[in-house]
């Protein structure tokens, strides 16, 4: 009966060792290098990705997606995002969803534990924004979702940016300028 416990015991380490490792898809950052730009001036939007997990990624697993805020900002749509993360996977602009502009990524090589690196895309403002509008990032598992752990706070993040109007030299709303009389 002992040897039967026992066995019983080495085999449910067993399956604990064996579903304790998982792949961990996550976006662990996101900025714009300006937060408010000027009408037609670009910024640059750095997502941060990375498996956080102790396990390999396999190939066209996960799927990233950029949704920008389309009515105040777009990405040039034949222009991928580029950078050490972005090189991980298959770019296609997906165009105008509702509000937004989209680029969807798979990963096209398997990504190994805590491999990763930065994704950057370039936007220009279309239109004067009247507060700062959201930019979507998401990462999801297209299949073996039993692979993957899964926490939604590194799933999903926002980057937020305010288009302005063009106000050279500076900007001053017209109630506040005063005429001084003599």
Known sequence: M???????????????IVFAQFADPAVTGVAFSSTQIVKG??????VSFANTGST???????????STAYSYYTSDNNTAPVGSGAVLFNWIHIGTIGLADVWQGSNKVAIGAFEGGDILLTVTGNAVSPSF?????????VNNFNDFLDWPMNNNLQARLKINED???IC???SV???KSR
């Open 2 to 16: 002992k040897r039967f416990i026992l066995t019983i015991f080495a085999f449910m380490m067993g399956l604990t």
């Open 41 to 46: 001036q670009t910024t640059l939007l750095t």
């Open 56 to 66: 390999t990624i396999p190939i066209n697993a996960i799927e990233l997606t950029i």
């Open 133 to 141: 509008e959201t930019t979507n990032i998401n990462v999801q598992p």
């Open 167 to 169: 106000c050279k030299p």
């Open 172 to 174: 001053v709303p017209f």
């Open 177 to 179: 300028i005063r005429i």
